[in-house]
């Protein structure tokens, strides 16, 4: 699956993304599923989603599941499924494995500030995990400002990635994590536990940015008994300057490459080889030859550094083998503009 946050124009990383998972997807014979992650409303926007679906069929990863495509597993935004997450949030809390706080803000800086002063990572002290039931039926009764935290149990969470073999984190530096704002507004890594689950996603791949949030997301899994998807975490994409792409480097946005003249062919090929390489010389790959051809096990785990110098070679390539009627054709709107 991909799982875009329509808080911005579809980014070059999230379509890389899109690109693998759509590949490996079609390599096995799976189903590519588009989910639209819209549980953050102050950032999320319909014509970001908009962009970010019209560009995926531009590029031509076309989804097999999706919001414009009746699935079994739907619906496919996350803000229509506030009633899937509901119910599981009230398991949580049922069987005590997430709990009310009432924390402030302010108490919660103070905690921070402290912790930090103390040469310690801040995390949240688990002040309201053992709240007595009047206690808290009283408080939420009165309305007081809440969230819903999930318990981090003490233990070492282990799994394979598909990329980066085994690895293994601590949960000691990991707080009490907030889950929901109530019931009605529920956070990323618990929403995105329960869809993979509720969906039956096989293989989670991803950008490894979220390589943090595995552990939390398998520990909520285990909590509600949930299957394991297996996890494939990509390598980061580089600017020439060799930290990480982002708006500071000219273009990110697939419709920025567009409006430069860009043909959909070349900058696939182009982010084909972003993290991933066939392990010999050749270079020109359409997206079915890519199908054919890509596998997890020939991905690196170094970043990728994105060199424009190659998309533009690309796009040349690509480019002269048009007729004249059709580069004319493709030529007319940027005249016309
Ligand atoms: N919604 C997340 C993002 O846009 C992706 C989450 C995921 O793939 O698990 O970065």
Request: hydrophobic share 35%; aromatic share 12%.
């Amino acid at each position: 699956r991909i799982a875009p946050s329509p808080t911005g124009f579809l980014h070059i990383g999230t379509a890389r993304t899109a690109l693998f998972c759509y590949l490996f997807a079609k390599k096995h014979q799976g189903s590519f599923v588009l989910r639209i992650e819209d549980t953050d409303l102050e950032r999320s926007f319909l014509q970001f989603e908009k962009d970010i679906l019209e560009n995926f069929k531009w590029l031509g990863i076309e989804w097999d599941e999706g919001p414009d495509i009746d699935g079994k597993y739907g619906p496919y935004r996350q803000s229509e499924r506030l009633n899937i997450y509901a119910k599981y949030l009230d398991k949580l809390l049922k069987e005590d494995n997430a709990y009310y706080c009432f924390c402030s803000e302010e108490e919660l800086e103070a905690q921070r500030q402290y912790q930090m002063s103390q040469g310690l990572a801040p995390r949240y002290s688990g002040k309201c995990a053992n709240l007595d039931k009047k206690t808290i039926k009283k408080k939420l009764a009165e309305e007081k400002p809440r969230v819903i935290r999930f318990k981090i149990p003490a233990k070492k969470v282990n799994f394979n990635d598909l990329i980066r073999g085994k690895l293994e984190f601590d949960t000691a530096l990991i707080g009490d994590i907030i889950i929901a704002k109530d019931l009605n507004n529920t956070l990323y890594n618990f929403a995105v536990a329960v869809d993979d689950f509720e969906m039956k996603i096989s293989h989670v791949i991803r950008g490894e940015d979220h390589l943090s949030n595995t552990p939390k997301q398998i520990l909520i899994q285990e909590a509600l008994g949930f299957s394991q998807p297996q996890y494939a975490h990509l390598p980061l994409i580089l600017g020439p300057d060799r930290t990480k792409l982002s708006k500071r480097h000219e273009s990110v946005s697939v419709s920025e490459f567009k409006k430069e003249g860009y043909l959909p062919e070349s900058i696939i090929n182009f982010m084909a080889f972003l993290g991933w390489n066939p392990g010999d010389e050749r270079e020109i790959y359409s997206i079915s030859s890519l199908i054919k051809e890509f596998s997890l096990e020939k991905v690196q785990k170094a970043g990728a550094v994105f060199n424009v110098k190659k998309l533009d070679f690309l796009n040349g390539f690509y480019i002269r083998q048009k007729s004249a009627e059709k580069l004319t054709e493709l030529c007319i709107p940027y005249l016309a503009e």
